[in-house]
């Protein structure tokens, strides 16, 4: 929010009358990282500064800070979000120019580099930009500021096969969810690559929940559970092969032959406890859980027979589980599993399968949630058979993955070693104090495991990016070392991904009693600083997705009470 005593309609104003420069170099000097905090749309005053810089914040978080080199492809961005949201053409580019030259002036910028005609002119590029359709008002928050897409210039760095899945799918928020999907499946499909995070060894399992209401294009992650059964059906083939062999055995020769065991590669959520451990272990430790409804996995989990949350969470540590049962003296040992997990679920199944915040469960979940477009869609405006390209896809999926599944042995040294470059590492430390940071900064401890194991996920996502790229056309010996544009690509998912973290968060803390017994008013009282003007009040107010007005009433509510004293206009004080 803009200060109180800050214009918000200059529609008609010419540039020297734009509200004073200062208060502009205030409001953005006082925001270190303003893309991170809540952005407040008012779509019935579509032509305001405020709106202007909630479009250019929502630009930030979604295409990265803007820099000489990505100026003009930023730009024409930023005039194609202004295009879809109903802002009109001059008093966009009027505006911007004006919000940049003080916004560069106060970072030390080389302001006539961002006031030059012909930069400017990319705003208007924007808005030559055919469009399938301008966002209603009505959908403007829900379509654009809910949680960020990935960053679609990312998209095209991506290895080329994950580049070219991702091609099949327009609709950006069903092509991010088979982005997810895909990277939960490749996970689980190389378990030779493995790299050291934190002075251990680890493998590049992960564990995704992609959360969207009924009817809101999850089902697209059916064509990457194809690509997976592709994988369970080499297994299959291979015992079948192998069991063949046992059977033309004679009896002597039996006694002294191992019989086979069939390797599941998709894991079912509806288990035991007992039977997914002997699951992993025929496994030889990996494989993947996969479910278009939460609720399976849930259920199994909270079942008599079923609580294996505890398994779940050191199987994304690779951690060692060990199982011993009086029944035939039965003695389960797996080293170092490494289950991967992809769910999909309406935001309320979020609840039911890990409860609150507290659960260590739901740390080690990347998620990705979303609200679908409303209205009909054409599901006759794309032609192709899926199936046909996607058996294609799995079956260079499954090629690709073979070297490194088949004959795979844990707990040797038949591994291949993923590094970071040196200044990768110092990079990969910035970017995951940064994130860190933000989040703490609202939550403090309760986000922590969250925040902190979204670094391990980060390191996980390079490793899985690289050995894809790598091992396309050649399989990997020795050492696998990340290249830059791999990294890069991490980084911009792991952004985005630390949005949804804290969205997911502030849903499950949503209608429940904060920690000692302190409501949501309290705990936002709480974390305001002793001293306080009323940006740094809408601040807090945005990181914990507390609506501005219902903010603004939790502090006149606090005068009245005497909890705080307005010391003078636009400035608090607490007693």
């Not at 540039?15 to 953005?28: E, G, N, T």
């Not at 990935?150 to 070219?164: E, G, Y």
């Not at 997911?504 to 008013?521: P, S």
């Given at each position: 929010?803009?200060?109180?005593?800050?214009?918000?309609?200059?529609?008609?104003?010419?540039?020297?009358?734009?509200?004073?420069?200062?208060?502009?170099?205030?409001?953005?000097?006082?925001?270190?990282?303003?893309?991170?905090?809540?952005?407040?749309?008012?779509?019935?005053?579509?032509?305001?500064?405020?709106?202007?810089?909630?479009?250019?914040r929502?630009?930030?978080?979604?295409?990265?800070?803007?820099?000489?080199?990505?100026?003009?492809?930023?730009?024409?961005?930023?005039?194609?979000?202004?295009?879809?949201?109903?802002?009109?053409?001059?008093?966009?580019?009027?505006?911007?120019?004006?919000?940049?030259?003080?916004?560069?002036?106060?970072?030390?910028?080389?302001?006539?580099?961002?006031?030059?005609?012909?930069?400017?002119?990319?705003?208007?590029?924007?808005?030559e930009?055919?469009?399938?359709?301008?966002?209603?008002?009505?959908?403007?928050?829900?379509?654009?500021?809910y949680?960020?897409?990935?960053?679609?210039?990312?998209?095209?760095?991506?290895?080329?096969?994950?580049?070219?899945i991702?091609?099949?799918?327009?609709?950006?928020?069903?092509?991010?969810?088979?982005?997810?999907?895909?990277?939960?499946?490749?996970?689980?499909?190389f378990?030779?690559?493995?790299?050291?995070?934190?002075?251990?060894?680890?493998?590049?399992?992960?564990?995704?929940?992609?959360?969207?209401?009924?009817?809101?294009?999850?089902?697209?992650?059916?064509?990457?559970?194809?690509?997976?059964?592709?994988?369970?059906?080499?297994?299959?083939?291979?015992?079948?092969?192998?069991?063949?062999?046992?059977?033309?055995?004679?009896?002597?020769?039996?006694?002294?032959?191992?019989?086979?065991?069939?390797?599941?590669?998709?894991?079912?959520?509806?288990?035991?406890?007992?039977?997914?451990?002997?699951?992993?272990?025929?496994?030889?430790?990996?494989?993947?859980?996969?479910?278009?409804?939460?609720?399976?996995?849930?259920?199994?989990?909270?079942?008599?027979?079923?609580?294996?949350?505890?398994?779940?969470?050191?199987?994304?540590?690779?951690?060692?589980?060990?199982?011993?049962?009086?029944?035939?003296?039965?003695?389960?040992?797996?080293?170092?599993?490494?289950?991967?997990?992809?769910?999909?679920?309406?935001?309320?199944?979020?609840?039911?399968?890990?409860?609150?915040?507290?659960?260590?469960?739901?740390?080690?979940?990347?998620?990705y949630?979303?609200?679908?477009?409303?209205?009909?869609?054409?599901?006759?405006?794309?032609?192709?058979?899926?199936?046909?390209?996607?058996?294609?896809?799995?079956?260079?999926?499954?090629?690709?993955?073979?070297?490194?599944?088949?004959?795979?042995?844990?707990?040797?040294?038949?591994?291949?070693l993923?590094?970071?470059?040196?200044?990768?590492?110092?990079?990969?430390?910035e970017?995951?104090?940064?994130?860190?940071?933000?989040?703490?900064?609202?939550?403090?401890?309760?986000?922590?495991?969250?925040?902190?194991?979204?670094?391990?996920?980060?390191?996980?996502?390079?490793?899985?990016?690289?050995?894809?790229?790598?091992?396309?056309?050649?399989s990997?010996?020795?050492?696998?070392?990340?290249?830059?544009?791999?990294?890069?690509?991490?980084?911009?998912?792991?952004?985005?991904?630390?949005?949804?973290?804290?969205?997911?968060?502030?849903?499950?803390?949503?209608?429940?009693?904060?920690?000692?017994?302190?409501?949501?008013?309290?705990?936002y009282?709480?974390?305001?600083?002793?001293?306080?003007?009323?940006?740094?009040?809408?601040?807090?107010?945005?990181?914990m997705?507390?609506?501005?007005?219902?903010?603004?009433?939790?502090?006149?509510?606090?005068?009245?009470?005497s909890?705080?004293?307005?010391?003078?206009?636009?400035?608090?004080k607490?007693?």
């Open positions: 929010m803009l200060n109180e005593n800050l214009e918000t309609d200059v529609s008609t104003s010419c540039f020297q009358d734009i509200p004073s420069i200062d208060l502009y170099a205030r409001y953005f000097k006082s925001l270190e990282d303003f893309s991170a905090y809540r952005m407040d749309y008012h779509p019935n005053k579509k032509n305001t500064i405020e709106n202007t810089i909630a479009l250019i929502l630009n930030l978080r979604d295409y990265g800070e803007f820099t000489k080199q990505n100026a003009p492809n930023w730009l024409k961005k930023l005039g194609v979000l202004c295009k879809k949201t109903g802002v009109d053409k001059e008093f966009a580019v009027k505006n911007v120019r004006q919000i940049f030259k003080t916004r560069c002036l106060s970072n030390n910028f080389d302001e006539d580099m961002y006031l030059r005609e012909s930069l400017i002119q990319n705003i208007k590029k924007g808005y930009e055919k469009l399938i359709e301008i966002i209603p008002d009505n959908e403007i928050e829900e379509e654009l500021f949680t960020p897409i990935f960053n679609r210039d990312m998209f095209q760095k991506l290895p080329p096969f994950i580049k070219d991702l091609s099949l799918f327009p609709v950006d928020r069903e092509c991010d969810a088979v982005l997810i999907a895909l990277l939960t499946l490749l996970s689980s499909s378990p030779k690559i493995k790299g050291v995070y934190d002075s251990r060894l680890y493998s590049m399992n992960i564990f995704a929940f992609i959360s969207a209401p009924a009817a809101a294009g999850k089902g697209v992650i059916c064509w990457i559970e194809k690509c997976a059964e592709a994988i369970q059906e080499e297994f299959q083939l291979q015992y079948n092969l192998a069991f063949q062999e046992y059977e033309s055995l004679d009896d002597e020769a039996k006694k002294s032959a191992t019989k086979p065991e069939l390797k599941k590669f998709i894991l079912p959520t509806d288990t035991s406890n007992a039977k997914f451990t002997q699951s992993l272990s025929i496994n030889k430790e990996f494989g993947l859980m996969l479910d278009t409804e939460a609720d399976t996995l849930a259920t199994a989990n909270a079942s008599k027979h079923g609580n294996f949350s505890d398994i779940l969470r050191k199987t994304f540590q690779n951690e060692a589980i060990r199982r011993e049962r009086k029944t035939e003296n039965e003695y389960t040992s797996i080293k170092a599993p490494a289950l991967s997990i992809l769910v999909t679920g309406t935001p309320k199944q979020i609840n039911n399968l890990v409860h609150d915040v507290e659960n260590g469960l739901n740390s080690r979940f990347i998620h949630s979303y609200l679908p477009k409303r209205g009909w869609k054409n599901v006759f405006e794309e032609s192709r058979d899926l199936s046909i390209i996607f058996k294609s896809v799995s079956i260079e999926l499954a090629s690709m993955a073979r070297p490194y599944l088949q004959n795979y042995q844990p707990g040797v040294d038949d591994y291949i993923f590094e970071l470059t040196k200044q990768q590492q110092d990079r990969f430390n970017i995951c104090e940064k994130i860190v940071s933000r989040l703490e900064y609202i939550y403090g401890d309760d986000i922590r495991g969250s925040a902190y194991r979204l670094g391990l996920i980060f390191y996980r996502i390079c490793m899985i990016l690289a050995t894809v790229r790598q091992t396309k056309n050649n990997l010996v020795g050492k696998l070392v990340c290249a830059d544009y791999d990294f890069e690509c991490a980084a911009s998912i792991i952004d985005t991904l630390s949005y949804h973290t804290a969205k997911i968060f502030t849903d499950l803390k949503a209608c429940k009693k904060i920690k000692g017994n302190k409501q949501i008013k309290e705990l009282l709480e974390k305001l600083p002793d001293e306080f003007n009323r940006e740094d009040a809408m601040q807090v107010a945005g990181l997705s507390i609506n501005p007005k219902t903010a603004e009433n939790y502090l006149t509510k606090a005068i009245q009470l909890f705080l004293t307005k010391v003078k206009h636009n400035h608090y607490k007693l």
